[in-house]
């Protein structure tokens, strides 16, 4: 089942002056093109709250086009985030592009509900210079109990070049198939990142056995009229995947104007739920509760 945005159900119920508890039978990715975030989005602090109100919601989440001189910028913006007792962390990869513009991408997550192996981040490599921007790749588990049965999973963080979708998502087949096969005790392979390309152009990555992305019939972008922006993953592969998903509008779930939200970012996060241990029960249903609530 696939959500419209807002993101409209609850990871619990909410308590009063209290943060709204994340679900226990489900760990939320998301994925946020923060439109051009850098040292002049960070001095704005009405759009520097509500994207850390955007990250609390989910558990990890893919930052694509960060885009600052300085090395600060995450970390300043993982202090907003934990302005409210939160305990998130961040990991970002080297400034990329063929251009003068580099970018960087970034995961930061909740530190109580995930952790990540340090030995596992890079940049896949692109000897043939197909992709303007390589992916960048981490190794996460969940944070259970007993910690033999964690969720263990790769993400592959992309942004793809607008004028080079094609391409890109042809060797991005590729990078997903050796993701496959980069450790022989892991086989979950999540990508998500700002594709610049919807379903109906995922013609590459249907030649991948079993592979599916969470977000289809949704606009992603802020004005919504374009998909844009996904999480593909392949089944019976990752069957933690609970069927769950969804886009968080940004102008109607926060309560902004159009130019509002166009200043927080011209993308949506997008997300999907997870159980948090390996290979989800057989009697466990598709959808696991409800939605996030959007705080």
């Avoid at 305990?87 to 080297?94: A, E, L, N, S």
């Avoid at 198939?177 to 005790?185: F, N, W």
Wanted: hydrophobic share 40%; proline share 9%; aromatic share 8%.
């Amino acid at each position: 089942m696939l959500l419209c945005a807002p993101v409209a159900a609850a990871r619990g119920q909410q308590l009063p002056g209290g943060p709204v508890p994340k679900p226990g039978n489900a760990i939320l990715v998301a994925s946020f093109n923060i439109q051009v975030f850098g040292e002049s989005k960070m001095s704005k602090p009405q759009v520097v709250e509500v994207l850390a109100r955007v990250v609390r919601n989910f558990d990890i989440v893919a930052i694509q086009e960060v885009r600052a001189k300085s090395d600060e910028i995450l970390p300043a913006f993982v202090r907003a985030v934990n302005a409210d007792g939160s305990r998130y962390q961040h990991v970002i990869g080297p400034r990329e592009g063929r251009t003068s513009s580099k970018e960087q991408y970034a995961f930061v997550y909740d530190t109580n509900r995930i952790e990540v192996d340090p030995s596992s981040l890079g940049v896949f490599p692109d000897p043939q210079n197909r992709m303007h921007r390589p992916p960048m790749h981490a190794r996460f588990r969940t944070r259970i109990t007993p910690a033999a049965m964690a969720f263990t999973f790769w993400l592959v963080n992309i942004h793809t070049d607008p004028d080079e979708v094609p391409q890109e998502l042809d060797a991005l087949t590729g990078v997903f198939q050796a993701m496959q096969t980069a450790r022989p005790d892991e086989d979950d392979v999540i990508l998500l990142g700002d594709l610049n390309a919807g379903p109906p152009e995922f013609g590459a990555f249907r030649r991948i056995p079993g592979i599916g992305w969470a977000v289809s019939g949704m606009t992603t972008n802020t004005r919504r009229t374009k998909t844009y922006d996904n999480l593909v993953f392949a089944q019976p592969m990752t069957g933690e995947y609970l069927g769950h998903a969804g886009v968080l509008d940004l102008q109607n779930s926060y309560g902004l104007t159009p130019e509002q939200a166009l200043e927080v970012s011209d993308h949506c996060p997008v997300w999907a739920a997870f159980y948090p241990a390996e290979a989800r029960p057989q009697g466990l249903p598709a959808m696991a509760g409800q939605p996030p609530v959007v705080r």
